[in-house]
Protein backbone atom coordinates (compact mmCIF):
# COMPACT_ATOMS: atom_id res chain seq x y z
CA UNK A 1 0.00 0.00 0.00
CA UNK A 2 1.55 3.48 -1.31
CA UNK A 3 0.80 6.84 1.16
CA UNK A 4 0.86 9.96 -0.02
CA UNK A 5 1.22 12.81 2.22
CA UNK A 6 1.54 16.50 0.81
CA UNK A 7 2.38 19.15 3.05
CA UNK A 8 3.46 22.95 1.98
CA UNK A 9 0.23 24.77 1.16
CA UNK A 10 -1.24 27.59 2.74
CA UNK A 11 -2.47 31.28 2.18
CA UNK A 12 0.17 33.36 0.29
CA UNK A 13 -0.05 37.08 -1.76
CA UNK A 14 -0.03 37.34 -5.52
CA UNK A 15 3.64 37.06 -6.52
CA UNK A 16 4.38 35.31 -3.49
CA UNK A 17 6.34 31.83 -3.16
CA UNK A 18 5.61 28.51 -1.48
CA UNK A 19 7.29 24.79 -1.80
CA UNK A 20 4.82 22.05 -1.83
CA UNK A 21 6.61 18.56 -0.62
CA UNK A 22 5.08 15.00 -1.19
CA UNK A 23 6.67 12.01 1.35
CA UNK A 24 5.79 8.94 -0.19
CA UNK A 25 5.89 5.88 2.11
CA UNK A 26 4.61 2.38 2.13
CA UNK A 27 6.26 1.22 -0.73
CA UNK A 28 9.85 2.60 -2.70
CA UNK A 29 8.61 5.07 -5.86
CA UNK A 30 12.22 5.59 -6.58
CA UNK A 31 11.24 4.13 -10.14
CA UNK A 32 8.25 5.52 -10.76
CA UNK A 33 6.96 9.01 -12.64
CA UNK A 34 5.45 11.27 -9.89
CA UNK A 35 3.85 14.54 -10.04
CA UNK A 36 1.26 17.15 -8.80
CA UNK A 37 -2.37 17.91 -10.06
CA UNK A 38 -4.18 20.62 -8.60
CA UNK A 39 -8.53 20.87 -8.80
CA UNK A 40 -10.26 24.53 -8.29
CA UNK A 41 -13.53 25.41 -7.10
CA UNK A 42 -16.09 23.99 -9.75
CA UNK A 43 -13.22 22.77 -12.11
CA UNK A 44 -11.85 18.91 -12.88
CA UNK A 45 -8.65 18.44 -11.37
CA UNK A 46 -6.15 19.05 -13.79
CA UNK A 47 -2.35 18.25 -14.51
CA UNK A 48 0.38 21.12 -13.43
CA UNK A 49 3.69 18.96 -13.51
CA UNK A 50 5.61 15.63 -13.39
CA UNK A 51 8.45 14.23 -13.39
CA UNK A 52 10.79 10.71 -14.76
CA UNK A 53 11.77 8.22 -11.67
CA UNK A 54 15.11 9.68 -12.06
CA UNK A 55 14.58 13.45 -12.37
CA UNK A 56 16.39 14.21 -15.49
CA UNK A 57 13.17 14.83 -17.53
CA UNK A 58 10.41 16.72 -16.50
CA UNK A 59 7.12 18.62 -17.81
CA UNK A 60 4.58 21.18 -17.45
CA UNK A 61 1.31 22.62 -18.00
CA UNK A 62 1.57 25.71 -20.08
CA UNK A 63 0.08 28.30 -17.05
CA UNK A 64 2.73 27.28 -14.74
CA UNK A 65 6.10 27.04 -17.10
CA UNK A 66 8.74 29.61 -15.64
CA UNK A 67 6.96 29.96 -12.84
CA UNK A 68 6.85 25.91 -11.18
CA UNK A 69 9.95 23.55 -10.36
CA UNK A 70 9.32 20.27 -9.99
CA UNK A 71 11.95 18.52 -8.75
CA UNK A 72 12.21 14.86 -6.07
CA UNK A 73 15.00 13.18 -4.08
CA UNK A 74 14.59 9.47 -4.44
CA UNK A 75 16.34 8.89 -1.44
CA UNK A 76 14.03 10.46 0.94
CA UNK A 77 11.00 9.47 -1.15
CA UNK A 78 9.78 12.98 -1.69
CA UNK A 79 8.97 15.02 -4.98
CA UNK A 80 8.69 19.09 -4.06
CA UNK A 81 6.88 21.59 -6.11
CA UNK A 82 8.20 25.02 -6.02
CA UNK A 83 5.98 27.47 -6.61
CA UNK A 84 7.21 31.34 -7.61
CA UNK A 85 5.11 34.66 -8.69
CA UNK A 86 2.03 33.16 -7.99
CA UNK A 87 -1.39 34.14 -9.34
CA UNK A 88 -5.14 34.43 -7.95
CA UNK A 89 -5.71 31.43 -10.41
CA UNK A 90 -3.26 29.42 -9.01
CA UNK A 91 -6.01 28.80 -6.03
CA UNK A 92 -6.61 25.33 -5.50
CA UNK A 93 -6.09 22.18 -3.94
CA UNK A 94 -2.90 20.55 -5.29
CA UNK A 95 -2.43 16.70 -5.13
CA UNK A 96 0.52 14.47 -5.31
CA UNK A 97 0.19 11.78 -7.47
CA UNK A 98 2.61 8.62 -8.72
CA UNK A 99 2.30 5.76 -11.11
CA UNK A 100 3.76 4.36 -14.33
CA UNK A 101 1.75 5.70 -16.73
CA UNK A 102 1.99 9.49 -14.74
CA UNK A 103 4.99 10.97 -17.19
CA UNK A 104 3.94 9.45 -20.41
CA UNK A 105 -0.01 9.37 -19.94
CA UNK A 106 -0.79 11.40 -17.37
CA UNK A 107 -2.62 8.70 -15.43
CA UNK A 108 -2.06 8.25 -11.70
CA UNK A 109 -2.49 5.10 -9.75
CA UNK A 110 -1.78 6.84 -6.58
CA UNK A 111 -2.88 9.43 -4.92
CA UNK A 112 -2.20 12.14 -1.87
CA UNK A 113 -4.94 13.49 0.25
CA UNK A 114 -4.45 17.31 -0.67
CA UNK A 115 -3.22 20.69 0.25
CA UNK A 116 -4.53 23.95 -0.25
CA UNK A 117 -3.14 26.30 -1.69
CA UNK A 118 -4.70 30.17 -1.51
CA UNK A 119 -3.53 32.68 -3.87
CA UNK A 120 -4.97 36.10 -2.24
CA UNK A 121 -4.85 38.98 -5.08
Known amino acids: QVQLVESGGGLVQAGGSLRLSCAAS????????MGWFRQAPGKEREFVAA????????YYTDSVKGRFTISRDNAKNTVYLQMNSLKSEDTAVYYC??????????????WGQGTQVTVSS
Open 97 to 110: AAGSRLYEYRISDY
Open 26 to 33: GRTLSRFP
Open 51 to 58: INWSGGNT
